[in-house]
């Protein structure tokens, strides 16, 4: 922004040349001089300054999820601004920019016994982007909230809960068979809300679904041994 003195000698220079009656007026937040009913731009011009007359805006614009129109804006001029996104053009932008994809932990290690129920859990964040969407300002919060676990012999469950490591057994899967590069993972379903300059949260209908990369695991079968007491 420019000092008032500087602007006073914009508006000194403005009315020269056969041009008198400068009309200041005291504004909070213009970047115009009106001069004898013309008016002239002074960039930068400091808010609240000598001769800065505030500008009504031209055109609508988006508060939130309300489209404001000024006074006198209609028809074609009304209808310039454009639509907030829509919940399936937030979808859209989220999946572009992708989500998290999470990686399964599996007790114990990389090897479990065959009949002997073995553990999976993922740890979960909440993730949050900020972008601009058809010139509006979104936030997106994306947090998890189903849980598909994929064991990697062919079988899978869904749940609601992250699971958790031992002790506990949240969830669990016990494998058959003995089996070698088992390739176990998480898709991880989230919830998306939004919100468009600052507005109401607002929330995607579907879920966006990420798909985590595998792990790897083998299953084993424990054979009993007969030792001396």
């Not at 000024?70 to 572009?96: F, H, L, N």
């Not at 088992?182 to 600052?198: E, F, M, S, W």
Request: glycine letters at 8%.
């Amino acid at each position: 922004m420019i000092a008032a003195s500087k602007l006073a000698a914009s508006i000194a220079i403005l009315a020269t040349g056969n041009v008198s009656n400068v009309d200041v007026r005291p504004l909070d937040t213009s970047s115009t001089v009106i001069i004898e009913g013309q008016t002239a731009t002074v960039p930068g011009a400091q808010a609240g300054a000598v001769g800065v007359t505030p500008v009504p805006p031209t055109t609508c614009y988006w508060s939130g999820a309300a489209r404001v129109c000024p006074d006198g804006i209609s028809g074609a001029r009304a209808a310039a601004v454009q639509d907030p996104a829509t919940a399936a053009e937030i979808r859209r932008a989220v999946e572009s920019v992708g989500l998290p994809a999470l990686s399964v932990q599996i007790q114990p290690g990389g090897r479990t016994l065959v009949n002997v129920p073995t553990i999976f859990f993922v740890d979960a964040p909440t993730f949050q982007h900020s972008t601009v969407l058809l010139g509006q300002a979104v936030d997106i919060t994306a947090t998890p909230a189903r849980f598909t676990w994929h064991h990697g012999d062919g079988s899978s469950q869904t749940t609601r809960r992250p699971g958790a490591p031992y002790p506990s057994t949240d969830v669990t899967h016990t494998y058959s068979q003995v089996a070698d590069g088992l390739a176990p993972r998480v898709d991880v379903g989230y919830r998306v809300t939004y919100r468009v300059n600052g507005g109401e949260v607002l929330t995607v209908d579907q879920l966006v679904t990420a798909a985590g990369p595998a792990a790897a695991l083998d299953v084993s079968e424990a054979r009993p041994v007969i030792v001396a007491p």
